[in-house]
């Protein structure tokens, strides 16, 4: 999904859109009174705009560093992966001191600031910036992480989840 995206909106508003989408999940679970609503807003709303934030950063940190792909792309998804880190002791301490809808919008709304204003960084090699006639942005079928493009393959369907390996050959 994000592929799509990115060859049409490109790097940056793809990731404020994302940004935008992530908080909005986040605002508008602060409103669900039942756990379908919760589903829809967090899971169905804000899910896909943590796809697209989590997508972005790995294709342009791997095209900034072609021969460190591996070591680029693994600090980058070690930086998601220990975002709670931070994000669970702060929501603890809001809820305490504000209960949980207030502190959904609280980081709904910071969520948005902060990735919208990050997604301004986001910018890919000169060589595969668009606006270079001689490259342009790669192709959709390119941009789909390989677990994907295994999984759409016809391959083995247990080989669809791939693994770390396989996000750094491509």
Do not use: C
Not at 28 to 54: D, H, K, R
Not at 88 to 98: D, G, Q, R
Request: proline share 8%; no cysteine; aromatic share 8%.
């Amino acid at each position: 999904m994000t592929g799509f995206y990115l060859s049409r909106l490109g790097i940056r508003l793809t990731t404020a859109v994302g940004g935008i989408i992530v908080g909005l999940g986040y605002i508008l679970s602060s409103f669900a009174t039942q756990v379908g609503e919760l589903v829809v807003s967090y899971g169905i709303i804000g899910g896909p705009g943590i796809g697209i934030v989590y997508g972005v950063p790995i294709l342009v940190v791997s095209g900034w560093f072609p021969d460190k792909k591996g070591l680029a792309v693994g600090l980058t998804i070690i930086g998601f992966g220990l975002s709670p880190l931070i994000t669970a002791p702060l929501a603890n301490h809001l809820i305490e001191a504000y209960t949980v809808r207030p502190t959904l919008r609280l980081l709904g709304s910071a969520m948005m600031v902060i990735i919208v204003a990050l997604s301004f960084t986001m910018k890919l090699p000169p060589k595969t910036r668009p606006g270079n006639p001689s490259q342009s942005l790669p192709s959709r079928r390119s941009l789909q992480l390989p677990i994907i493009r295994q999984a759409s393959s016809g391959t083995d369907p247990s080989m669809a989840y791939g693994s770390a390996t396989s996000l750094v050959r491509s």
